[in-house]
C-alpha cells in the first residue's frame, strides 16, 4: 500500500514547540560554553565519560539576559514555522482534525490483472445485469496496473437507468471487493453543494465536505464517494445570484486536474482529491448540463430481466437463511408477477424481508 501526500500544508515536529525550542538553545549554548572554557566532550561510546560531560554541562551557567535572548529566538521561530505550514489561520480544534495527515495518507492499489479480473467476475456473478458497468471498471481496474499507478481510481461514471436495478449496490460491492471506504449522498436530499464542498467560515454552520470527512476518518485518499439520483437534486440559489447546486460543486473534483489542488472552501487549504472513485446514478439525463455530463463516462443500463430477478431471490434467499420451500415459493410468484408487472430489485427485497418475518413466527408456505 502507497502513501501520499494528501494536503497542501507542513506539520513541524510536535517535540519542537517553543519549549523544545528553548531547550535545544539551552543546551547547545551550554556546549559552546564549555568547549570555550577548556572542557573536553566526551569521548563517543563511553559511558563514563558522558556522565563527566553531563556533569560539566552542568555547571555552565545561563544567565536571565541569556534566557530572554533564547525566548525571544524561539518564540521567532515558531511564529515563523507556523506561518510557513499553511495552517496558521486555523483553529487549534481545525489543527488537530488535520494532524492525522502528517505522514501522508494510504492508496490501495489493484496489485495484478489477475486480481482485477477476479473482482469483475465476483460482482458479475451477483449482478448480471449491470454488465456495462462491471465491463467498464474491469477495463478501469486492468489499465490502473498496466500504467503502473500507485493506487486504483475509477474515472467519473454515472449510472443511468430505471430506479431499482441495484446502481447502487453496484458501488456498495465495488467497495467491498476494493477495500476502500464509501461514502453515500442522496441528491434529493441533499439539495447544495456543501454537502460535497464544505462550507466556508462565515456561515451559521460550518463544516468540511463529506468527501474529506470520509477521508480523514478512514485515511484512504481513494475512497468511493457515491452520489444517488443526481438530476433531482435542486440548485440553491443565494440572495445575491450565486448557486451551490450539486452538480456545479462537483465539477472542479471530477476534472483530474482541478481536483489534484482542490481549495477546501471550509479549511482554506489545498487538497489532493483526485484519486477519489465518483459514482454517480440518475433516472434521467434531462436536468443534467453538458458541463457537466462532458466530465462522466455515462453508461446506459436496462431494467432488470425476470430470470436475473429470480436468480437473485434464490441466492439472497439462501443468503438470509430463509427454508427451501419459502425460497422456491419466492420464486414462483415473482415468475408469476413478472408476466402482468414491471418488477424490480427493491420488490424482491421487500419480499426477502417478508419471507423472514413469516419464518421468524412460524409462518409455513
Known sequence: MTKIKFIDARFPDGDLDEIGIKRRFEEHLRKLRAVRDGVTPHAPGDFADALRWEGDLSEVQISSNDRKKILRRAQYLVQ???????????????????????????????????????????????????????????????????????????????????????KSMWSRQLGRHLGVPRSAIEGTAEQASFVVNGS??????????????????????????????????GKPTSTTGQTYGLQEGLLPLLERSSAATWKCPYFQINFDMSWISWVLTSNSLATLSAPFLSRLDVLRLSQVSCAHLIEFARREGQKRGLSQPSVDALAEALETACRTTQLNLRHVIRMLERGQVLEAAGTRH
Open 200 to 233: 466556508q467560515k462565515g456561515w451559521g454552520n460550518t463544516f468540511p465536505g463529506r468527501p474529506i470527512q470520509t477521508i480523514l476518518q478512514s485515511l484512504c485518499a481513494n475512497p468511493i464517494i457515491v452520489i444517488d439520483e443526481i438530476e433531482k437534486a
Open 80 to 166: 515563523r514555522r507556523t506561518a510557513l505550514s499553511g495552517t496558521s489561520h486555523l483553529s487549534s480544534d481545525d489543527k488537530r482534525k488535520l494532524a492525522v495527515l502528517r505522514n501522508g495518507v494510504d492508496l490501495v492499489e489493484i496489485k495484478s490483472e489477475h486480481r482485477a479480473d477476479e473482482i469483475a467476475a465476483a460482482i458479475h456473478a451477483d449482478m448480471p445485469w449491470m454488465t456495462p458497468a462491471t465491463d467498464f471498471l474491469w477495463k478501469a481496474m486492468r489499465r490502473s496496473v498496466n500504467v503502473g499507478e500507485p493506487g486504483f481510481r475509477l474515472p467519473p461514471v454515472l449510472l443511468d437507468g430505471p430506479p431499482g436495478i441495484g
